[in-house]
């Protein structure tokens, strides 16, 4: 079965930080990935994708397929960036009908 | 820009009534989710749903769920008889299509608080 691991249930930083969101997965397969966010009050939206190799509010995430992570980073971290970050793969089950959210990362950005 | 919407978005109900969840998924999308959050915990998958019926459900979505879109717009969720452990928020999403890199665009939930 596929998993996603966030192992830090909160991330605080001050601002201007750098900060770094683990993401680890288990997959078989060539995997696609995603971080979605939350901001207080607001509906989930994605982040960002590992397709896209974009880069969105200044976050970027690189795929590392030796440690299977999926790792969210930003050098300078600013106080709108305090949200709820989930990474998620889609789930292999004969089609990608589903995300597989990890517990999720509370980062709070400190002024 | 068109977002998916959910109503209600607090409901609150006995133990045992049935509830029903309502969601208007973005227009031109074909692939509607459903998934719900407890509180304090992960964000699960409930069931998926392409061309009036159901692609996927996980082991959550029992006989007590069932999904329905009863006509061009509306995307329901049916709780037949909920239990103290169906609180949670139910979450909407829906998708233009299902490849592994298209994005699922989320409503804004509804808030189920079971008695």
């Known amino acids: 079965a596929q998993r996603v691991t966030q192992p830090e249930k909160l991330l605080s930083v001050f601002k201007g930080a750098p900060v770094e969101l683990k993401c680890n997965y288990s997959?078989?397969?060539?995997?696609?990935l995603f971080w979605y966010v939350q901001y207080s009050r607001q509906r989930l939206q994605l982040l960002l994708r590992h397709i896209s190799r974009e880069s969105i509010k200044g976050f970027t995430a690189d795929l590392n397929k030796g440690e299977t992570s999926f790792h969210l980073k930003k050098p300078f971290a600013q106080e709108e960036d305090s949200a709820m970050y989930y990474c998620a793969p889609p789930g292999f089950s004969g089609g990608y009908n589903k995300l597989i959210f990890g517990a999720g990362t509370r980062l709070a950005v400190h002024p | 820009e068109p977002e998916v919407t959910q109503t209600p978005s607090h409901q609150v109900t006995q133990m045992g009534q049935e509830v029903i969840l309502r969601c208007v998924p973005i227009s031109n999308h074909l692939y509607f989710y459903w998934y719900r959050q407890i509180l304090g915990q992960k964000v699960e998958f409930l069931v998926s749903?392409?061309?009036?019926?159901?692609?996927?459900k996980s082991e959550i979505f029992d006989d007590q769920f069932s999904v329905e879109r009863p006509d061009g717009s509306n995307f329901t969720l049916k709780i037949r008889s909920t239990k103290l452990e169906d609180s949670a928020m139910y979450f909407c999403?829906?998708?233009?299509?299902?490849?592994?890199?298209?994005?699922?665009?989320f409503g804004p939930g509804t808030r189920l608080t079971v008695l």
């Open positions: 749903f392409y061309n009036n019926e159901i692609s996927e």
């Open positions: 999403a829906s998708s233009e299509a299902v490849r592994s890199y298209n994005e699922q665009f």
């Open positions: 997959y078989s397969g060539s995997p696609e």
